[in-house]
Structure formats: structure tokens, C-alpha cells
């Protein structure tokens, strides 16, 4: 028995066998009294054998391999939050949002209040991010009241992270309320202010891409607000930017209308028309907005802005090789009395010439009398 004992601790496998074969036997050889109340040895051995096995599991502990169940569940006995390492609350909050377990997220944090303990700053910051993407300014204001009791300086040092409740209120629709809680960040800490000024272009960028023409009512009166009582233009510049590249009519008359009213927006455009046409036909290819620029710049009288950047539209055509396109800037160019660089005017010509070369072989030459030009 101490042999077989030996070898069943060793190998589990052994075990596993001789239960099996024990099984199979048993029929056979049980005497009619067998069956009876007490318990024989190898009964107990079996039963000291299987719990030696699950103290062995139990000690185990991975927190990368467990489920929310392990922590949450009412089947299982509730985890001591206070005996739990900052890596261990970690995971336990990274795995409730991967879920979208929310209500259990708001549990678990209201436990770590109770008790003091510490998530980690990265890990905060994410679970913050998502919610205030998410739009669910509730959760947020949760993680608030956490971060205010668990680490005050943590709270104070990121503005009290009222710039993800501004952001959560905007993105679930309320976008007075949330641009209101943003402009009062803005105004309490100065040394945020760059980074609110992100947040404020994300904000914008979201609402015109998503078509929220109430939004867009909303963000006017807040950038031109920023621009006008603050002297902050980076938002109203923005907010241009965006309506003004929009493929939308709607979004394009908006930016006519900013453009219009402000003549610091105005400015603004008249030193950075060449970089804004520059950036928008190397990285969207959009023709018809440095077209609508180009109109604009006619419109205010800005004729030496409205020459640099007809020369990088023209530029552009050549390098597509837009015979129409640049023919039409020639003829433009002619009638304002504008001149284009000598090299543009060059490799215009040669285009010309190339184009004419590659007609001569492919077509019959046509007579000296009826031959046109055309583009």
C-alpha cells in the first residue's frame, strides 16, 4: 500500500489507471458484503489523495489567467479588496472594460474608495479615456470622487480630470454642458491650457465629421467666445479648417461665415493660406477647397496671397499633368495681371510640346490650315 501510495502521489497518471481498472474489476470480485457504511482505506486514501490535489490548484494564483468570475461572481466567496496588489487591481480593471462590465467596474471602484487603495496612474487615465469616448459622463464622475479621496495630488495635478467630463458630455450629445465645463477648465488652470486646446479640436473634429448641425450652432458661439474674450484663436482656426476642407455645403458656407465676421480669422488665413493649400493638396488631393481659398482671397483683397497660392495650384496640376487645369490658370492669370514663376511657365510649355509630339504619332498630321490647339 505505501508503494502504490508512492507512486499515485508521483504520478497522477498511475492513478487515474488503477481507479480505472479497479472499476472494471470491482463487479466482479464485490462479496455480497460490500456494500456497507463504513469507510475502508482505500477510500481514504482516495480522499486525502484529491485534497492534497486542490490545495496544490489553489496555490497556483495567476491573475493573468483568471476570469471576472473569480472576483465578482456571487457563487464564489468576495475577494478581500484591501490584500490585493496595485498590478492585481490593475487587471481587474482593464479586464471590466475590455467586457463592458460597468456596473461591476463601478463596484469594484467604489470598493477600492472604501478602502484606500491605489490603481495605478496609466491605468486610471485609460479607464478615464474610454469612458469620456464612450459618453458616459456617470462613470467618470465615479472615477472623480475615487481619485479625490485616494490621491488628492493626482487629482489636482490633471485639473481634477474635468476635461474627460466635458469630453463625456460631448460625445453623449450634450455639447452646451460639456464645451461649459471646458471653458471653465481653461479659465481655472492656465498650465493645462495646451492640452485643453487639444481636446477642444478633437471635439470639433468630431462634431463636424459626424453631421451635427445643433453642435456646430454650439461650437461657433464657443470658439468665436475663446477667440474674441480670451484671445485664444487656436479653436476658431480650427473650427475654419475643418468646415472650410468639408465636402459639405452647409460646413463650406459656416467657414464663409466665420471668415466674414472675424477679421483676426482673417488674418490668420492671409499669412497661412500657402502652408493651408500646401497641406490640403498633398494630403486630401482637394482641388475644389484651394479653389474656394483662391475665391476668398479675391474677396478680401489679399491679391499677393491669391498669386502664391494659384502658383502651388498651378504647381500641382503640372505635376498631374492637367493640360485643362493648367491652361485655365494661364488664361485666369492674364486677366488679373498676375505672372507666374519662369520655371512654371517652362515646364507649362514643354507640357505642351510633349503632349503635341505624343498627338503627332498616334493621329494624322492635320493640314497647316484647319489645325486648332485644344485643351
Not at 463592458?100 to 478615464?128: Q, Y
Request: with cysteine; net charge positive; hydrophobic share 40%.
Amino acid at each position: 500500500m505505501n508503494k502504490l501510495a508512492v507512486n499515485f502521489t508521483k504520478n497522477p497518471l498511475f492513478y487515474l489507471r488503477f481507479l480505472y481498472s479497479a472499476q472494471r474489476i470491482a463487479p466482479i470480485l464485490r462479496p455480497s458484503s460490500y456494500y456497507t457504511t463504513t469507510v475502508d482505506a482505500m477510500d481514504a486514501f482516495t480522499i486525502e489523495l484529491l485534497q492534497r490535489h486542490r490545495i496544490k490548484v489553489k496555490s497556483s494564483f495567476d491573475i493573468n489567467s483568471l476570469s471576472i468570475r473569480y472576483f465578482m461572481d456571487t457563487e464564489n466567496p468576495p475577494k478581500d479588496v484591501t490584500k490585493m496588489t496595485v498590478e492585481e487591481l490593475d487587471a481587474i480593471v482593464l479586464v471590466l472594460v475590455s467586457k463592458n462590465k460597468d456596473k461591476k467596474l463601478t463596484e469594484f471602484i467604489l470598493e477600492c474608495t472604501e478602502a484606500h487603495k491605489n490603481i495605478s496612474d496609466i491605468t486610471l487615465k485609460k479607464v478615464f479615456r474610454h469612458y469620456s469616448v464612450a459618453g458616459k459622463p456617470d462613470i467618470v464622475e465615479i472615477l472623480q470622487k475615487y481619485c479625490v479621496k485616494v490621491d488628492p495630488c493626482v487629482y489636482k495635478r490633471n485639473g481634477e480630470f474635468m476635461h474627460y467630463l466635458a469630453k463625456s458630455q460631448c460625445m453623449k450629445g450634450n455639447s452646451d454642458k460639456g464645451l461649459s465645463i471646458l471653458t471653465s477648465c481653461y479659465k481655472k488652470n492656465e498650465g493645462l491650457r495646451s492640452f485643453y486646446r487639444v481636446i477642444f479640436r478633437e471635439l470639433i473634429q468630431d462634431s463636424v465629421l459626424n453631421r451635427s448641425e445643433a453642435s456646430l450652432v454650439i461650437f461657433k458661439k464657443y470658439v468665436t467666445m475663446f477667440s474674441e474674450e480670451m484671445g485664444d484663436h487656436y479653436p476658431l482656426v480650427c473650427f475654419w479648417h475643418l468646415c472650410w476642407s468639408s465636402s459639405w455645403f452647409s460646413d463650406q458656407m459656416l467657414a464663409n461665415e466665420l471668415l466674414e465676421t472675424s477679421t483676426t480669422l482673417q488674418d490668420i488665413v492671409k499669412d497661412k493660406a500657402t502652408a493651408f493649400s500646401i497641406s490640403i493638396l498633398r494630403q486630401e488631393y482637394n482641388e475644389d477647397a484651394v479653389v474656394r481659398l483662391l475665391q476668398s482671397l479675391l474677396k478680401y483683397d489679399m491679391l499677393t496671397e491669391y498669386a502664391k497660392v494659384l502658383q502651388v495650384l498651378f504647381g500641382y496640376k503640372l505635376r498631374k499633368r492637367d493640360v485643362r487645369g493648367c491652361t485655365e490658370i494661364i488664361r485666369n492669370c492674364e486677366v488679373l495681371g498676375i505672372a507666374l514663376p519662369s520655371d512654371q511657365q517652362g515646364r507649362y510649355i514643354k507640357m505642351l510640346i510633349d503632349g503635341k509630339q505624343s498627338d503627332k504619332t498616334t493621329t494624322v498630321k492635320p493640314s497647316s490650315k484647319n489645325f486648332k490647339l485644344k485643351f
